[in-house]
């Protein structure tokens, strides 16, 4: 660690905050621990020590209530009430930020076209977009629709429909129109905005026709308006017009503290895309708590998480501006010309806190890499990690070719919660392949089948107290039985919990350590079980991929007649290297050697690639369906990245001999 990371970490929000807390509460906060377990056991009093440490009470209509109840009123899950009474705007916190020099948003494409939008210019571009869309009958509860790339103008046209209490939703153009149809039509969205397109791998990928197809699949559509399309139609809306519409004050319209903020939706892959509705008040404070505390986010930050509007870290990155921070959109891929392309833009961009993914940072090992080496990362305070489990292999690498002792903040959370449950936290240690914390305010535990908390073992992870940011509920679920089914109708052995009083059950394997940091160890879902020992498939992708060989790898566990039980290892190889006999005896070697001979799969096939969701997320629990030759599977070729290989794994189930 550096003189000026030392620094850095003495004088954080983090630490700030723990003296308001001790100051206005009288905890012991000496240490993150202190801080944690009260924030879990007095919850009220923890998310008003955030509202008033960012003093929300300036933004809101009506000053805050003096009682418990003023902030929680019902703590049940589901149907916890937050803030009851407390009116207010996610937009007005961002608009504290607007006398700040620079630029507030950078767009970045592949090509390197570099955009930005200064500070002094949101506030006014903002309010032409809305009057564009108020023009067009956009209010309180009407949904705005995207179809966008990872641009600037993204932001603004959400920054334009929340102001007016209206509901947002967006989803990338990677998806074909039919799928992105899927999720926007189920919210009869009164606006549509698109882009001409964006460039990918190389190539321009023109999106006209598939935008101008979209908008016929939504038949509510009052305007439709586009981005950088010279030859659209008299029947769409240029964004460059729209955006100069009256130039009037912009002043945002209160709304409750649960009004829907936007709707975020499942992965979408064996069923119907879930709508999941976020409120106001709620994303704010978690976004303020996670990117200001967490993320140490402020006025002199550059944040950048390379992400798409399909994706929730999109909505994350834009918490930046919550905070102060400048945020940097790109749109292209991570890997394209090569994989030291994000790290060119951390360097020209002097990004502090950078967010990507496993694969990315995987993808720069194997490719030899020295990011710091070939570029200046001293402005780099912070490398996040999300998408799937970073492996402690990854941390290392990081540490001796990117900078000694950069903090790593691994984090996991969701869509469901639009953050993170836990993950890195300034000034707290962080270890190999571990998530260094519970977030405050979570209150996380690892469960046994029977309910039990458990540390230093493998558990179900839950959270056994409610969070601002949990959904409001999902769109189309009046009665919310949907929302109960997802995360609290699950049944633990000998009726062990509480009915009264159910959990969220996320659907991860974690183990809680002794130092109260996790590892988590896949989707329980997808639990590998082999002669009823449970194993997680993190564990043995994070062995296998860490081989020079191996590009991916997909474990799975499938339950076969009387009993068997056929648990394959497919891999995907790097351009050059050949699935031989001895690459198999390496890998079974590894996974022996690091974890244990259980963990050994029965055989190694080589895979034209493995699918996964939009969102990156590899479909482990459909395609073990398959492999077992279950009738009723049915995936959406839509959510899928390539659903030509669905059919080959369907193939290799059919040759497995039993």
């Known amino acids: 660690m550096t003189t000026d990371d030392a620094a850095r970490t003495a004088d954080t929000r983090m630490n700030r905050f723990a003296q308001f807390v001790h100051d206005r509460f009288g905890p012991d906060t000496g240490d993150y621990d202190d801080l944690w377990s009260w924030s879990v056991r007095r919850p009220a009093e923890?998310?008003?020590?955030?509202?008033?440490?960012?003093?929300?009470?300036?933004?809101?209509?009506?000053?805050?209530?003096?009682?418990?109840?003023?902030?929680l009123a019902d703590d049940r899950m589901p149907g916890a009430v937050w803030f009851p009474g407390v009116r207010l705007n996610y937009v007005d916190q961002i608009l504290r930020h607007a006398h700040l020099p620079g630029a507030a948003i950078v767009g970045i494409d592949e090509a390197g076209e570099r955009s930005e939008i200064a500070w002094a210019d949101l506030p006014s571009q903002v309010a032409g977009l809305a009057s564009t869309l108020r023009a067009h009958g956009v209010g309180p509860g009407d949904v705005v629709a995207a179809y966008l790339p990872d641009i600037p103008e993204a932001v603004i046209a959400f920054l334009a429909t929340a102001s007016l209490g209206a509901v947002w939703s967006g989803c990338g153009q990677d998806y074909a129109p039919l799928g992105a149809a899927g999720r926007l039509g189920q919210l009869a969205p009164k606006v549509l905005f698109t882009a001409a397109g964006y460039r990918y791998n190389g190539k321009v990928v023109d999106k006209r026709a598939d935008s101008a197809e979209l908008a016929t699949l939504l038949p509510n559509l009052l305007a439709h308006i586009t981005i950088g399309d010279t030859d659209a139609s008299s029947s769409t809306v240029d964004y460059a017009e729209a955006v100069g519409g009256d130039p009037v004050d912009l002043r945002p319209v209160p709304v409750a503290f649960d009004h829907p903020l936007w709707v975020l939706f499942s992965s979408g892959t064996t069923g119907r895309p879930k709508g999941i509705v976020h409120g106001h008040g709620g994303v704010l404070l978690e976004h303020l708590?996670?990117?200001?505390?967490?993320?140490?986010?402020?006025?002199?930050?550059?944040?950048?998480?390379?992400?798409?509007l399909s994706w929730m870290m999109w909505n994350y990155q834009v918490a930046g501006l919550l905070c102060g921070s400048r945020i940097v959109c790109y749109s292209g891929s991570p890997l394209y010309p090569d994989p030291d392309r994000l790290w060119q833009i951390v360097d020209d961009e002097r990004v502090t806190y950078f967010g990507t993914s496993p694969g990315q940072l995987q993808a720069s090992r194997k490719a030899g890499l020295e990011p710091g080496r070939r570029h200046d990362l001293r402005r780099l305070r912070t490398l996040g990690s999300t998408g799937s489990s970073l492996a402690a292999d990854l941390f290392t690498w990081v540490d001796d070719h990117v900078r000694a002792g950069l903090p790593i903040s691994s984090i996991s959370g969701g869509t469901d919660i639009v953050s993170a449950f836990a993950g890195g936290s300034s000034g707290v240690p962080v270890v190999p392949g571990e998530l260094s914390v519970r977030y405050l305010g979570v209150a996380l535990e690892s469960w046994s089948p029977d309910a039990r908390p458990l540390v230093g073992e493998v558990g179900e992870l839950v959270v056994t107290a409610p969070m601002p940011s949990m959904p409001v509920g999902f769109r189309d679920d009046p009665d919310g039985a949907r929302y109960r089914a997802a995360y609290f109708a699950h049944e633990w052995e000998g009726g062990a919990s509480n009915p009264d009083k159910p959990v969220w059950r996320h659907g991860d394997w974690v183990t809680v350590t002794e130092r109260g940091s996790l590892v988590i160890h896949g989707r329980s879902d997808a639990t590998l079980n082999r002669h009823g020992i449970r194993m997680g498939s993190a564990d043995i992708y994070e062995v296998v991929e860490a081989l020079d060989e191996v590009a991916e790898a997909f474990v799975l566990g499938v339950d076969g007649p009387d009993g068997a039980y056929w648990m394959p290892l497919f891999v995907t190889l790097v351009p050059g290297a050949?699935?031989?006999?001895?690459?198999?005896?390496?890998?079974?070697?590894?996974?022996?050697?690091?974890?244990?001979?259980?963990?050994?799969?029965?055989?190694?096939?080589?895979?034209?690639?493995?699918?996964?969701?939009?969102?990156?997320?590899?479909?482990?629990?459909?395609?073990?369906?398959?492999?077992?030759?279950?009738?009723?599977?049915?995936?959406?070729?839509?959510?899928?990245?390539?659903?030509?290989?669905?059919?080959?794994?369907?193939?290799?189930?059919?040759?497995?001999r039993w």
């Open 578 to 656: 050949t699935l031989d006999d001895a690459l198999i005896d390496r890998i079974a070697a590894a996974v022996r050697d690091r974890l244990s001979k259980r963990h050994v799969p029965d055989e190694v096939i080589e895979a034209p690639g493995i699918p996964h969701t939009r969102t990156g997320k590899k479909l482990e629990v459909p395609v073990t369906a398959i492999l077992a030759g279950r009738s009723e599977v049915n995936i959406d070729p839509k959510a899928v990245d390539d659903y030509a290989l669905i059919n080959w794994y369907a193939e290799q189930g059919r040759l497995h």
């Open 46 to 71: 923890f998310w008003r020590a955030v509202w008033e440490f960012f003093d929300v009470d300036a933004l809101a209509a009506e000053p805050l209530g003096d009682s418990d109840e003023a902030v």
């Open 289 to 308: 708590k996670a990117g200001a505390l967490h993320g140490d986010l402020g006025a002199d930050d550059v944040f950048f998480w390379q992400t798409a």
